[in-house]
């Protein structure tokens, strides 16, 4: 390559040795002086003030000035002063010598320059062919540049060049190698770096750690030990096409976000997240799980817990409306759903109905020697505690208590519309106490079309501390012993009275007989007082009379002392007396 020179040489008196003249055609823009060699018309031809003349065809001129053409050696062409000369050594070598001094040196291997190689205007050097190495500028180590026999440059300062060719491939930019380019240090680029090669790696650290390596297709593998990604503003990795994996083979996967981490699916596809082990999340404050239907599910045993002593767990819906807040379990076993309070109770609290359906049954149970279970309602009117079993005739409702209390601030009632009300069971010996404290003001009352008492071989007390009575409002009052007597018994008398109409006492049996008496260890007289409510009141009367048929008889007999009244008159035309 030729070597530009933008200013003249000056030899100094010193000789231009194996000097060859520029080989070529007619150069474009001469200047006057300029000579060369036409390699076309094999002439050499020199430029005047207008036209190129052929030193080759006869020119002719006057070589005038010429102070001295020979050296004293006379094999130097030069000054006088021999300072500045053309001097030709024997050993096939030129010297251009300025002030005494070599300065180019021409021999058969090559041309050797001593000083500084400049320019004082447009001057260009065509090419400059080294069969050595090359020194400019001192060389290395000299702030200059070094060139070597097998092409190697070196330079202490910057290597530049000033073509703005962009590279497309690896042969057409403005710095080309053919091999590998070593950068000790940093290396930036204004514009794209890309490695042209299937498979390429770009690796970082001494021992190329860290690499960034094409798969060969349209992909790269990131292999790093470890990978740190940071960037100082918000930041994007984003996948156009397929999905991104992130994959720890031999740990974990840690996501630490300062402020927050946001896990989102922007379109329909939803957000995954597989273990094939435990899923622990844990957080300081609160965990939300937001959505338009939330599931979490299991194969296994789970459990939803709050560790912390004195926090609640609240399972809510609280969106108000007609949804609902559903509990389900496909379990088949007695305990498909288990509600279990391990030291403390279980409140349940419905602003409005609570509703328990079953398909089987519904069993409420403490195990407590000291609980009870405990049925309230606050309701003002109407069925304030609805226990509904009329699906069928034969359904039963069954109260198995060693104590049974029912206690109404109002009237109770037990009513059956389809069959007998029955208290009490004849296979055990208890008693059945309806009331309360019998010195309190309680009453109870026994209303129905049919009332019916039967006792077994015990029989039945009615008893009462104070003066009581049996009533009824219309027909007849029938005490009946179908098989024994019937007995009225008071510790200081028996009164049998009849508004109006009669009080009969009979006896049905054929051979049967009515006996008015006192045993016979009474001591004292026996009275029969008949028609006197009160024995002291004036204008009564009252009579003792027997009817029967033809052949029968009544007979009055009295066992003991009999006091009959004066004041009553006695008729004794139905039978003897």
């Keep these: 390559m030729a070597i530009h020179f933008y200013s003249s040489i000056d030899l100094n008196t010193n000789e231009l040795q194996g000097a060859v003249i520029e080989n070529t055609t007619e150069p474009g823009s001469p200047v006057e002086g300029q000579i060369y060699y036409d390699t076309t018309a094999d002439t050499i031809y020199f430029r005047n003030a207008s036209a190129w003349v052929d030193m080759g065809a006869g020119a002719s001129g006057d070589i005038t000035a010429v102070t001295s053409i020979l050296h004293s050696s006379f094999t130097d062409i030069g000054t006088a002063a021999d300072q500045e000369y053309i001097k030709f050594d024997t050993a096939n070598e030129i010297n251009i010598m300025i002030n005494n001094t070599e300065r180019l040196s021409v021999t058969a291997s090559g041309v050797d320059i ?21 020194t400019f500028g001192g060389g290395t180590g000299s702030s200059g540049v070094t060139i070597s026999t097998a092409g190697a440059i070196t330079a202490d300062a910057i290597i530049k060049t000033e073509s703005t ?34 498979s390429s790696v770009l690796g970082l650290g001494a021992g190329k750690d860290f690499t960034i390596t094409h798969d060969g297709t349209t992909g790269a593998t990131i292999a790093g030990n470890p990978v740190n990604i940071t960037a100082g503003g918000a930041s994007t990795w984003k996948s156009s096409a397929g999905a991104i994996t992130i994959d720890a083979e031999a740990h974990k996967v840690e996501i630490d976000g300062h402020s927050g981490i946001n896990i989102s699916s922007s379109n329909s596809g939803q957000v995954d997240i597989t273990s094939a082990a435990d899923i622990d999340i844990n957080a300081t404050t609160g965990i939300a799980a937001d959505g338009t239907t939330v599931s979490i599910d299991g194969t296994d045993d789970s459990n939803l817990t709050v560790t912390g002593s004195g926090k609640d767990l609240d399972i809510a819906v ?4 007609t949804q609902e807040l559903r509990l389900a379990s496909a379990g088949t076993g007695a305990s498909a759903m288990h509600l279990n309070a391990s030291a403390g109770g279980i409140n349940i609290d419905s602003a409005d109905m609570i509703d328990i359906d079953a398909a089987d049954e519904i069993t409420i149970t403490t195990t407590s020697a000291d609980g009870h ?23 039963i409702v069954n109260i198995d208590a060693g104590i049974l209390d029912i206690d109404a601030a109002g009237v109770v009632t037990i009513d059956s519309s389809g069959g007998t009300i029955n208290i009490g069971d004849d ?33 039945f007390f009615i008893t009462a501390d104070r003066a009581s009575e049996i009533l009824t409002t219309a027909g007849n009052l029938e005490v009946d012993s179908v098989a024994g007597n019937a007995y009225f018994r008071g510790n200081t008398g028996v009164y049998v009275t009849a508004d109006t109409g009669d009080i009969t006492l009979t006896t049905t049996a054929a051979d049967g007989d009515l006996i008015i008496g006192s045993p016979w260890f009474h001591a004292g007289n026996f009275d029969v007082m008949i028609g006197f409510v009160d024995p002291a009141a004036a204008d009564q009367e009252g009579r003792l009379f027997g009817t029967g048929h033809s052949d029968q008889k009544v007979n009055y007999i009295w066992v003991g002392m009999w006091d009959i009244q004066a004041s009553a008159e006695y008729d004794t035309d139905f039978g003897d007396w």
């Design 373 to 395: 279970i405990s049925l309230v309602s606050a309701h003002t009117a109407g069925d304030a505690l609805h226990i509904d079993c009329n699906a069928d005739a034969g359904s």
């Design 114 to 134: 001593t000083g500084t190689l400049g320019t004082s205007g447009a001057a260009t050097l065509a090419s400059l062919v080294c069969t050595a190495g090359a």
């Design 165 to 198: 060719t962009d590279a497309t491939s690896t042969t057409d930019g403005s710095l080309q190698t053919d091999g590998g380019l070593s950068v000790a240090k940093d290396v930036i680029a204004g514009n794209d770096i890309y490695l042209l090669t299937d």
């Design 318 to 321: 609280a969106g108000g409306s």
């Design 427 to 459: 296979t055990v010996a208890a008693k059945i106490s309806i009331g309360g404290d019998k010195t309190t003001r309680t009453e109870v009352e026994l209303n129905a079309r049919e009332i019916d008492i039967n006792a077994g071989d015990l029989g």
